[in-house]
C-alpha cells in the first residue's frame, strides 16, 4: 500500500449529477480483467466517449473539456458510487488521477473501496457542493486544498470542515496495511474459533 | 437491554470490539461463509500471493464461475479470451488455495447468490460476506450478509474476519396479506419507491410483518437481494419454520444431533419486541401493485396501471433533475401509459429472480401464448440444479413452445458481462435488479419487473398487467 494522505491542493472537476452508480464510472466489459490497474482509460466510458471503441470522446462530457484537465479532486452529489461493490470503481478513478472525491453523500461499499485504495471520500451539505460547485464552474483553475488531519476543505475564502470515522482517518494518514494489523490479531481470532460450538465449526 | 437480530448477529462475531464516542461501535467481526467469483477475486489471491499470505480458512470459502460465462455454451473460452483468463485465473487460484470450486459444467455450478443457499452453505446467524453487492440476499435466512470490496476480499481471505462499524438499523414492516397476482419482486421495488434508491444507505434492514412472514425461502431472497437497491448494507428476515425446512436436508446443512444444536439456537435469531430501530417503515400488502421501473434507478418505479410522472411531480431539485434525465435516457414522456410501450426483448434470470419458483411462475404465464412478434425472450436459470428441476418439470418444454429461448446458467443480462447484451435503443423487461443507464448494454433501456410480469411483457409485445391472466 501506498504511504498516506494528509494534505491535497488540486483543481476539481464539476461532475453536477446525483446517484452516479458504479456502472457508469466503470462499465462491465472492463471488468474482466486480472490486474488492479490500467482502468483510468475506461472511467465513465459510457459518458465520455461517444463510440464503444474510445476513439471519439463526447465533448459535452465534462471530463472531455480542456479547462478541468488535470484536476485531481472529483465534485459530485449524494449517493455517489452506488450499486455494485467493484473495486474497479476507484481503482478507474485513482488511475484517471483522482485523489479526492467530494459529494454529499457515498453509497457504503464504495466508500470503504475508496478507503482501502487512498482514495479520500469527503462528504460535505448541499449547500456547501453548491458553493464549491459555482466556484469551480466559473473558475476551473481554483485551487482547492483537502487537509485530512484538520478535517477541512478551502477554497478561496471559504472553509469547511467535514467528518470521517476515525479508524478511515488513521488508515488514511498512515497508509497502514490493514490485513498487516489484523493479522497481528491472530491469537484472538484463533481463540474465537476454539470457542465455536462444534456444529459451527468448519 | 432489548436488541434486534443485527445486534444478535453482531454480537456473537465480535473478536476484538472497540467503542469510540464519535463513531459508536466498532469491532473486527468473524466471518462464516465466504463466497467467490471469478469477477471480484483475482486481485484479491493476487495481493495475497505479493506477500507470501495464506487463505487462513478455505474450508469456509466457496468459489464458482457465473458472471463471465457463456449461456450458451459450456466452453470456457465461448466469450472470448480475456473472460477464458479470468475463468482460468479462478480455477488455478482455487487449485493452490484449497477452495472448493464449482466451475461451468459442475452439477453445483450456479449464480454465486442461488448455489449457496440451494447447497445449504447459508445458515441462520451466520456472517457472510462476497465480493458482489447481491450477498444482500442472504440475509432472506436470517444471516448478516453483505457485499466487499476486493481489498476486503482479500482481507478475508487471509484473516476471516473484517473490520467493521455497527450500522443503524432500520425495520421494513409489510402489513397484512399479499393479494393474488402481487410477488416478493413487487413487495421489494414497492419499499424502494417508498423510501429511496439512497432510503436506506448506512443501514441493516430487517423485513416484518405478516407479507414477509408468509413467503417462502425463495421469495426472501428475492425481497433480501434488493436491500442493496435502496442503499442497505444488508436485509435480514428472521429465521423461522419455513426456513428451517428448506435448510433440512441440504448438502452442507448440519445433520444429526448438529440439526437439533442449530435449530435450538437458530430459534433464538429474533428481534426482541420490544427493540427499538433508528428507522421504521410501513407499507401495506393491500396497496402493492404489480411494479415496473420507469427510470434509470431502482427507486423510480410505479404500478402497471400508473402513468409515467412528470419532472414536475418531484419537489427535491435533485429528484426533479434525476427525472428529467430518466426521462430522456429511457424515452419516456411523461402521463404515458406502460402498455402502450413496446419491448423487444425480455430477460428472465440473475440472483434476484432465477430461482425454480421463478421459473414456474414465468411458465405460468408463458402457456397462455407466443412471444410476440420482434421481441426476443430469454430464460436463464440461476443454477444447474435449478435447470434440472425446471427441465423435470418440463418447463423448458413450455417456454420453448412459446418462443422463449432456454439457457444454461449464469448471470447472463442482468449485466452482460458475456455476449448477453442489448444495444442501442433495445428495450427490455427483465427481472434483474439494475435499471441503470447501459446496464445490459449501452444505449440499452431496462425496465424491471417480476418474472410473471416479464413473460406477460413477451407475449403482449408490451408491458400488461399480469392480474388479467388470473
Not at chain 2, 465466504?34 to 505479493?50: K, N, R, Y
Not at chain 2, 414465468?362 to 440444479?385: C, R
Request: glycine letters at 8%; aromatic letters at 6%; hydrophobic letters at 40%.
Amino acid at each position: 500500500m501506498t504511504t498516506g494522505i494528509n494534505i491535497h491542493t488540486g483543481s476539481a472537476m464539476p461532475l453536477n449529477q446525483a446517484n452516479v452508480d458504479t456502472d457508469q464510472i466503470i462499465p462491465k466489459q472492463f471488468l474482466t480483467a486480472v490486474t488492479r490497474s490500467g482502468y483510468g482509460k475506461h472511467l465513465f466510458h459510457d459518458w465520455r466517449y461517444l463510440d464503444q471503441h474510445e476513439q471519439v470522446p463526447n465533448p459535452d462530457f465534462v471530463l472531455n473539456k480542456a479547462q478541468y484537465q488535470g484536476a485531481s479532486i472529483l465534485l459530485t452529489r449524494e449517493n455517489f458510487g452506488c450499486g455494485s461493490s467493484r473495486e474497479h470503481a476507484p481503482w478507474s478513478l485513482d488511475d484517471y488521477g483522482f485523489k479526492v472525491l467530494i459529494a454529499t453523500s457515498f453509497a457504503d461499499i464504495f466508500y470503504g473501496n475508496c478507503i482501502n485504495n487512498q482514495l479520500l471520500p469527503v462528504q460535505l451539505t448541499n449547500e456547501q457542493m453548491d458553493q464549491l460547485f459555482a466556484i469551480v464552474e466559473q473558475n476551473a483553475d481554483a485551487q482547492i486544498t483537502v487537509d485530512l488531519q484538520e478535517q477541512s476543505v478551502k477554497v478561496n475564502d471559504l472553509s469547511f470542515g467535514f467528518d470521517i470515522a476515525q479508524q478511515h482517518k488513521t488508515n488514511l494518514l498512515k497508509g497502514l496495511d490493514a490485513i498487516g494489523q489484523t493479522l497481528e490479531l491472530g491469537d484472538k481470532i484463533t481463540a474465537f474459533e476454539n470457542n465455536l460450538p462444534e456444529w459451527q465449526r468448519a | 437491554m432489548a436488541t434486534t437480530l443485527y445486534d444478535k448477529i453482531w454480537q456473537a462475531h465480535i473478536v476484538e470490539a472497540k467503542k469510540t464516542a464519535e463513531t459508536g461501535e466498532e469491532g473486527l467481526m468473524y466471518i462464516d461463509r465466504h463466497l467467490i467469483h471469478e469477477v471480484t477475486s483475482p486481485q484479491a489471491f493476487a495481493g495475497l500471493d505479493d506477500k507470501n499470505r495464506k487463505v487462513r480458512c478455505p474450508q469456509r470459502t466457496f468459489a464458482t464461475m457465473d458472471h463471465s460465462i457463456s449461456t450458451r455454451s459450456l466452453a470456457l473460452d465461448a466469450c472470448g479470451p480475456t473472460n477464458k483468463l479470468q475463468l482460468q485465473t479462478l480455477a488455478e487460484n482455487c487449485e493452490k488455495h484449497g477452495i472448493e470450486l464449482f466451475p461451468v459444467g459442475h452439477q453445483k455450478q450456479g449464480i454465486v447468490h442461488v448455489m449457496g443457499p440451494e447447497l445449504g452453505l447459508i445458515q441462520p446467524g451466520m456472517t457472510v460476506v462476497c465480493g458482489d453487492s447481491h450477498t444482500a440476499t442472504h440475509g432472506a435466512f436470517g444471516a448478516l450478509a453483505f457485499g466487499i470490496g476486493t481489498s476486503q476480499v482479500e482481507h478475508v481471505f487471509a484473516t476471516q474476519t473484517l473490520k467493521q462499524s455497527k450500522a443503524k438499523s432500520m425495520k421494513v414492516q409489510v402489513n397484512g396479506s399479499l393479494p393474488i397476482g402481487i410477488t416478493a419482486k413487487d413487495i421489494i421495488l414497492a419499499i424502494i419507491g417508498k423510501i429511496g434508491h439512497a432510503g436506506a444507505t448506512g443501514h441493516v434492514i430487517e423485513y416484518c410483518g405478516e407479507a414477509i412472514s408468509g413467503l417462502s425461502m425463495e421469495e426472501r431472497m428475492t425481497v433480501c437481494n434488493m436491500s442493496i437497491e435502496a442503499g442497505a448494507k444488508a436485509g435480514l428476515i428472521a429465521p423461522d419454520q419455513t426456513t428451517f425446512d428448506y435448510l433440512q436436508g441440504r448438502e452442507y446443512a448440519p445433520k444429526g444431533d448438529h440439526w437439533q444444536q442449530a435449530i435450538d439456537y437458530w430459534s433464538t435469531l429474533v428481534s426482541d419486541a420490544n427493540a427499538s430501530f433508528d428507522t421504521v417503515v410501513e407499507l401495506k400488502a393491500a396497496d402493492i401493485t404489480p411494479q415496473v421501473t420507469w427510470g434509470t434507478n431502482p427507486g423510480q418505479v410505479i404500478g402497471v396501471n400508473q402513468a409515467v410522472p412528470s419532472p414536475g411531480d418531484f419537489t427535491d431539485p435533485i429528484d426533479k433533475d434525476s427525472a428529467n434525465k430518466a426521462l430522456s435516457y429511457m424515452d419516456l414522456t411523461p402521463g404515458q401509459k406502460l402498455s402502450d410501450l413496446s419491448v423487444n426483448n425480455v430477460f428472465i434470470g440473475s440472483c434476484t429472480n432465477g430461482r425454480i419458483e421463478d421459473m414456474r411462475a414465468a411458465a405460468a404465464i408463458a402457456k397462455h401464448g407466443k412471444v410476440a412478434q420482434g421481441v426476443t425472450a430469454i430464460v436463464v436459470p440461476g443454477s444447474v440444479s435449478v435447470k434440472a428441476q425446471a427441465e423435470a418439470e418440463h418447463l423448458d418444454k413450455i417456454f420453448i413452445e412459446a418462443g422463449f429461448e432456454w439457457r444454461l446458467p449464469g448471470c447472463s443480462m442482468c449485466l452482460g458481462m458475456n455476449d448477453d447484451i442489448l444495444t442501442q435503443g433495445d428495450r427490455c423487461a427483465s427481472t434483474s435488479n439494475r435499471n441503470f443507464e447501459g446496464r445490459q448494454g449501452r444505449g440499452a433501456r431496462t425496465h424491471l419487473v417480476s418474472p410473471a410480469m416479464a413473460a406477460a411483457a413477451a407475449l403482449a409485445g408490451h408491458f400488461a398487467d399480469v392480474r388479467d391472466y388470473q
